[in-house]
């Protein structure tokens, strides 16, 4: 019974690159929260997504973020023309339902911009 | 969401109680005490959460003060790999709102000593 799995562990990306995060919900979950954890910092809340919807994205940066949960695949956060202040942790989430559940985070991807 | 207060640190023997307290002195009536931990550089493990009634399962055990303004978590047997920082987490449960956030404090890293 696999967890939230989320690739690539590492990623590397020089400034102006795009980056994409992907994240697989445990099976069966449809709900999938997406947050940051910038260094010695706690996680912060980016966006909430069901299949094919952006349920609550008011933690996302106004500009070169986005995130998608299609029909079929994994969830993608992507940031476009990367800089220095986007190196952070990013932790992926699943629960079965919505607000009464538990989430499930992913190992998370540290995404380190040079 | 009400607000928590941990302390920023504890140390713990191994195989003794780790006790780690949590206040939430503004809590409301329908707001759920969650506890999450998060191993270095692994993504937050859920671990129990409660309402009123003290609440055990494998991992630890909840206890909330009647008046509900601060829990303790307890792990009744402390190995070096709990060693991570604990988080107390105040959340709604149910639909509705915006619930579904979790807000992450700075937590309490505990660390278990051999």
């Known amino acids: 019974n696999a967890g939230v799995m989320q690739n690539p562990r590492h990623l590397v990306r020089r400034r102006g690159q795009e980056a994409r995060l992907r994240c697989s919900p445990m099976k069966g979950h449809s709900h999938v929260y997406w947050y940051r954890q910038l260094p010695e910092e706690g996680l912060k809340f980016m966006v909430y997504l069901q299949k094919e919807n952006i349920i609550d994205e008011s933690g996302m940066p106004k500009e070169r973020f986005s995130a998608e949960f299609p029909k079929e695949g994994p969830s993608i956060l992507r940031i476009q023309q990367v800089v220095r202040g986007d190196s952070a942790a990013y932790f992926c989430?699943?629960?079965?339902?919505?607000?009464?559940?538990?989430?499930?985070f992913g190992p998370g991807t540290r995404l380190t911009v040079l | 969401d009400a607000k928590t207060t941990q302390p920023t640190s504890m140390d713990c023997a191994e195989g003794r109680a780790a006790n780690l307290p949590c206040n939430h002195s503004t809590i409301s009536g329908n707001e759920y005490v969650y506890w999450y931990r998060q191993i270095h550089s692994q993504g937050p493990q859920y671990i129990i959460h409660?309402?009123?009634n003290n609440e055990t399962n494998e991992m630890a055990s909840l206890i909330i003060t009647e008046d509900r303004k601060s829990s303790t978590l307890i792990l009744p047997h402390a190995t070096l790999r709990d060693t991570a920082v604990y988080y107390c987490i105040v959340r709604v449960d149910g639909s509705g709102g915006s619930n579904y956030k979790l807000t992450f404090g700075k937590g309490t890293l505990l660390t278990v000593n051999p």
């Open positions: 989430a699943s629960s079965l339902s919505g607000s009464n559940n538990e989430q499930f």
């Open positions: 409660g309402l009123k």
